[in-house]
């Protein structure tokens, strides 16, 4: 049985052989002149085909070789054959793009779009800024406010000693600051409008559940809460003090009073504005009547609840002024008042300032109450 091994100095002429069949397979006919420089590829730009039939030689040489190496009976050692690697073919008009592999899993990172990702700090400025852009744009009014009022008088376009530049009344606020004074007013005022804004609130949330979730009990209560809503507090001030004295407890009671309605009412349209559906779908779950109010009633009556309370709340200073202007002696509504009739103007309008301050103040922590108490609705 007879082996045919072809060694490595055969290749070349297989080789050959093999490049001059596919060229005769593939070459177009062309005339005779032209057919021996059709034949010959032009000096330093190989074709396609001419490259891949020299790799294709070089790989059958280099898997020829290891077999004629095994097959060729012989003791005495021999050179092992290296194959040579393939040439990288030098670029010309039938090169072909390398394609490009896939991207490195760290390579873009950090970028979005060809754009590199804001750093922190300038996270942190945009943040700063946009607040800076939000705190000017509503502040803007009331700046405009302070400038008015500071060069009105100053102008002679109203008489200073009525309406004294802004300027003279925030010295006489700092002087009843340092001399004790405001603090005192501003402590006895707030004790009474928290103390009957309290009650108010505790009184009023539970009484409107109840008489907005029962019929009968809103049928029977009914007329008589349409006669007293409709009669203002202070209106009723000189009923209170016949009745409870001049002392704190007729200030505490006007303001359990006036603050009760807004309260009562929002509390009684919350309940029964509640969603019927799902509360067909609590009773279809045999919820009993706590856990429906648990779970569905408190939290969809929270915001309307709160709406009532914020009013509440502002009510509440607002009819204390009122009361302390009539027998008091302590508050800030007897600051303004005896500011007033000693012709001290400049510390009247602290006075006044400093309820615009504390009203502000009382409204946004009750703001703040609210968001913790609906953290479950969706943002619009």
């Known amino acids: 049985m007879t082996t045919d091994i072809t060694t490595p100095a055969d290749a070349p002429a297989d080789r050959q052989a093999v490049r001059e069949a596919v060229r005769e397979d593939t070459a177009p006919a062309v005339p ?22 020299r790799g294709a030689g070089r790989a059958t040489t280099a898997t020829a070789s290891a077999p004629a190496q095994t097959a060729t009976p012989s003791t005495a050692p021999t050179a ?23 991207a490195s899993p760290g390579a873009g990172r950090g970028t979005a779009h060809g754009r590199h990702a804001p750093s922190p700090a300038r996270k942190a400025a945009g943040a700063i800024g946009r607040w800076l852009r939000a705190t000017v744009l509503r502040s803007a009014a009331l700046v405009a406010l302070l400038v008015l009022w500071e060069t009105a ?38 004790a009474r409008s928290f103390g009957g804004f309290a009650i108010a609130v505790v009184v009023a949330v539970p009484l409107g559940l109840l008489i907005g979730w029962y019929r009968p009990v809103a049928a029977f209560l009914g007329p008589l809460l349409e006669v007293f809503r409709n009669t203002a ?18 200030k505490v009671s006007i303001v359990v009073y006036a603050c009760l ?60 002024v009122a009361a302390e202007m009539i027998g008091a002696k302590a508050g ?15 510390q009247m309008y602290a006075g006044i300032i400093t309820i615009s301050a504390v009203g502000v103040a009382f409204n946004q922590l009750l703001v703040t109450i609210e968001r913790r108490l609906s953290t479950w609705r969706v943002p619009a």
């Open 261 to 320: 309605w807004p309260v009562l009412l929002n509390t009684i349209s919350a309940v029964g504005n509640a969603d019927p559906t799902l509360v067909r779908l609590a009773r279809s779950m045999d919820l009993s009547t706590p856990r429906l109010f648990q779970k569905v009633i408190l939290p969809s009556s929270v915001p309307a609840i709160f709406t009532g309370i914020r009013l509440a709340g502002a009510v509440s200073i607002l009819v204390l």
């Open 153 to 190: 008088p100053r102008l002679g376009l109203v008489d200073a000693t009525f309406l004294p530049p802004v300027s003279e009344v925030a010295t006489a606020w700092w002087d009843l600051l340092g001399n004790g004074q405001l603090g005192q007013h501003t402590r006895a005022s707030l």
């Open 233 to 250: 507090a202070l209106a009723l001030l000189p009923v209170f003090v016949l009745l409870l004295g001049i002392g704190e407890t007729s």
């Open 80 to 102: 092992p054959v290296t194959p040579t690697a393939p040439e990288a073919p030098a670029p010309g008009p039938d090169t072909a793009p390398a394609p490009k592999g896939p």
């Open 332 to 346: 800030l509504g007897y600051l303004i008042n005896a500011s007033q009739y000693n012709f001290a103007i400049p």
């Open 32 to 53: 005779a002149a032209a057919d021996r420089e059709s034949r010959e590829p032009r000096a330093g730009v190989p074709s396609l085909l001419v490259r891949r039939l």
